[in-house]
T-cell receptor, first 113, second 115 residues
Framework: DSGVTQTPKHLITATGQRVTLRCSPRSGDLSVYWYQQSLDQGLQFLIQ???????AKGNILERFSAQQFPDLHSELNLSSLELGDSALYFC????????????FGPGTRLTVT | DAKTTQPPSMDCAEGRAANLPCNHS???????VYWYRQIHSQGPQYIIHGLKNNETNEMASLIITEDRKSSTLILPHATLRDTAVYYCIVRVPHAGGTSYGKLTFGQGTILTVHP
């Protein structure tokens, strides 16, 4: 158990819909990261927040957005969903702004039908 | 971040040492080598990292060659639960700009531990 929690575990939704994935980092961790893992693209970094501010961005689609709240939990919002957005979405956290050790949650499996 | 090359798959007998190689011939002086693993569909798990000295923790040992162009992750007594995809990642730990915390995962090595 990494100490990072993600909800929900599974999500099935239809194309065009909007969903919100939630992540609670380990106690004391200020950085939260989001990654997407699909069969054809592998594990891809999406975005990083540190203490409420966006600090690094990967190839995150404009239809996706994220935020980190004052209690440090984070939400990833996915809108106008397409079939290709079906993937595992992982949240990770670390104490620092940089990446020595990142602790990953169990993931949210999103299926878009 | 330097590019890494890993064999796509390896096998190991339970109880034996698993030696997973990683080539990073373009590594620069301030880049660290990190290893993570992912057991089927679970979140990746940090294993170990190093700069140039060999490192050991409760999970594994990391051997980095003197020229730093390659490294080997050693699981000293592999168990069935070590079956996973192992990722070798090279990066500067204190990069700023747009890549502070970004980890770039390649295809990794699928390690299968057999009874």
């Amino acid at each position: 158990d990494s100490g990072v929690t993600q909800t929900p575990k599974h999500l099935i939704t239809a194309t065009g819909q909007r969903v919100t994935l939630r992540c609670s980092p380990r106690s004391g961790d200020l950085s939260v990261y989001w990654y997407q893992q699909s069969l054809d693209q592998g594990l891809q970094f999406l975005i990083q927040y540190y203490n409420g501010e966006e600090r690094a961005k990967g190839n995150i689609l404009e239809r996706f957005s994220a935020q980190q709240f004052p209690d440090l939990h984070s939400e990833l919002n996915l809108s106008s969903l397409e079939l290709g957005d079906s993937a595992l979405y992982f949240c990770a956290s670390s104490v620092a702004l940089t990446a020595y050790e990142q602790y990953f949650g169990p993931g949210t499996r999103l299926t878009v039908t | 971040d330097a590019k890494t090359t890993q064999p796509p798959s390896m096998d190991c007998a339970e109880g034996r040492a698993a030696n997973l190689p990683c080539n990073h011939s373009t590594i620069s002086g301030n880049e660290y080598v990190y290893w993570y693993r992912q057991i089927h569909s679970q979140g990746p798990q940090y294993i170990i990292h190093g700069l140039k000295n060999n490192e050991t923790n409760e999970m594994a040992s990391l051997i980095i060659t003197e020229d730093r162009k390659s490294s080997t992750l050693i699981l000293p007594h592999a168990t069935l639960r070590d079956t996973a995809v192992y990722y070798c990642i090279v990066r500067v730990p204190h990069a700023g700009g747009t890549s502070y915390g970004k980890l770039t995962f390649g295809q990794g090595t699928i390690l299968t531990v057999h009874p």
